[in-house]
Nanobody, 121 residues
Framework: VQLQASGGGLVQAGDSLRLSCAAS????????MGWFRQAPGKEREFVAD????????NYGDSVKGRFTISRDNAKNTVSLQMNSLKPEDTAVYYC???????????????WGKGTQVTVSS
């Protein structure tokens, strides 16, 4: 499966931003989907993931209550709604996928190119 993330940009603290990831190349609803991020000089961090149907999701502690992951299996897309953004949310955000059943924070196999999110204070 191929993944293409979009929607990044420069925003101010407190603003909202919505990232999208378009998937192609295989049956989308057979893949667990997730978002990860990596800030300069830091390790890649789990942000959120979502089950095949979208009925289950899991979030990293730093984004819980502010970010929401969703998927549209008819459109082969997964989205990340980011609210109340903070400067520490600044990172490259990556969309990822794994074939199979869902369990939280499972290792992902397929990765898209990232999209930059910059939050100014």
């Amino acid at each position: 499966v191929q993944l293409q993330a979009s929607g990044g940009g420069l925003v101010q603290a407190g603003d909202s931003l919505r990232l999208s990831c378009a998937a192609s190349g295989d049956t989308f609803n057979l893949y667990v989907m997730g978002w990860f991020r990596q800030a300069p000089g830091k390790e890649r961090e789990f942000v959120a993931d979502i089950s095949l149907s979208g009925g289950n999701s899991n979030y990293g502690d730093s984004v819980k209550g502010r970010f929401t992951i969703s998927r549209d299996n008819a459109k082969n897309t997964v989205s990340l709604q980011m609210n109340s953004l903070k400067p520490e949310d600044t990172a490259v955000y990556y969309c990822a996928a794994r074939y199979g059943s869902y369990y939280p924070r499972s290792p992902m196999k397929y990765w898209g190119k990232g999209t930059q999110v910059t939050v100014s204070s």
